[in-house]
């Protein structure tokens, strides 16, 4: 009998949070050509959406490349 945990990705469900690809502001405006200005001023009129992880001065922002490309087909839509 095999105790080792075999966690194999491929296998795994892919709507899994460990399966998600998360990038910071400035992957997301070079993701979206923009500037990370740009970025902020869409994440603060809600077209994107933002996780922010901690809290106070060690908190840090991340966005779900999923949610982004979400927000592109909405956009190409207008």
């Given at each position: ?63 779900r ?14």
């Amino acid at each position: 009998m095999n105790d080792e945990l075999d966690i194999n990705p491929t296998e795994s469900a892919s709507t899994g949070w460990h399966n998600q690809q998360y990038l910071t502001r400035e992957q997301v405006a070079e993701f979206l050509q923009v500037s990370t200005r740009t970025v902020s001023e869409m994440t603060t009129k809600g077209i994107i959406v933002a996780i922010k992880l901690g809290t106070g001065k060690n908190s840090t922002t991340r966005y779900r490349k999923e949610s982004l490309e979400a927000a592109l087909k909405r956009l190409e839509g207008w």
